[in-house]
């Protein structure tokens, strides 16, 4: 099983500030590797596939980047709406695994 | 528009069974992969099962032998029949397709709560 590490686990900063959320695997997957977004009391929310493309209605600010082992997503210039969990999520091998999350929140 | 709307969650007793539903619209479900993905409260996701485009089926192994993943075509509906049912069981049940944004999870129905009384 391909185990998905995400770091910070808890990130906390102010609106206009740049997040960055890392996840390590295990293992390779290449660049089969997505990020969702799930908001509290919401549904999850694809935002980026295969490691770095924007899912369709996906602010600019929102990007990714890495393969092989180790991932980032970026969301520059922060809103008081993108507080949310943020999971990563591959798919290279049998059992799908995502990662723990990481809990952004807006001062 | 592509909705997905699942049903069929409740509370039922350890070692009991249940079905949940997931009605899509706006695509045909036997034409994708489609997929179970459960949350614990308060806890993170946890892919549970795939049907793929040609009837191969997966399963996370704590629920084999106990959940089957199935569709209807003609009611162009996902199901998911579970049996011994267990307290970790108890999560929030979300279907999604795969394939419709290159093969990811995309998009997710508003999920259904199974609660497993120990």
């Known amino acids: 099983e391909t185990v998905l590490t995400q770091s910070p686990a808890t990130l906390s900063l102010s609106p206009g500030e740049r997040a960055t959320l890392s996840c390590r695997a295990s293992?390779?997957?290449?660049?089969?590797l997505a990020w969702y977004q799930q908001k509290p009391a919401q549904a999850p929310r694809l935002l980026i596939y295969d490691a770095s493309n924007r899912a369709p209605d996906i602010p600019v600010r929102f990007s990714g980047s890495g393969s092989g082992t180790d991932f980032t997503l970026t969301i520059t210039s922060l809103e008081p709406e993108d507080v949310a969990v943020y999971y990563c999520?591959?798919?290279?091998?049998?059992?799908?695994?995502f990662g723990q999350g990481t809990r952004l929140e807006i001062k | 528009e592509v909705q997905l709307l699942e049903s069929g969650g409740g509370l039922v007793p350890r070692g009991g069974s249940l079905r949940l539903s997931c009605a899509a619209s706006?695509?045909?479900?036997?034409?994708?992969?489609m997929n179970w993905v459960r949350q614990a409260p308060g806890k993170g996701l946890e892919w549970v099962s795939t049907i793929a485009i040609g009837g191969t089926t997966y399963y996370t192994d704590s629920v084999k032998g106990r959940f089957t993943i199935s569709r209807d075509k003609a009611m162009n509906t996902l199901y998911l029949q579970m049996h011994s049912l267990r307290a970790d069981d108890t999560a929030v049940y979300y279907c999604a397709p795969r394939g419709l944004v290159g093969d990811w999870f995309d998009p997710w129905g508003q999920g259904t709560l199974v609660t497993v009384s120990s």
């Open positions: 293992q390779s997957v290449s660049s089969s």
């Open positions: 706006g695509f045909t479900v036997s034409n994708f992969a």
């Open positions: 999520q591959q798919r290279s091998s049998w059992p799908i695994t």
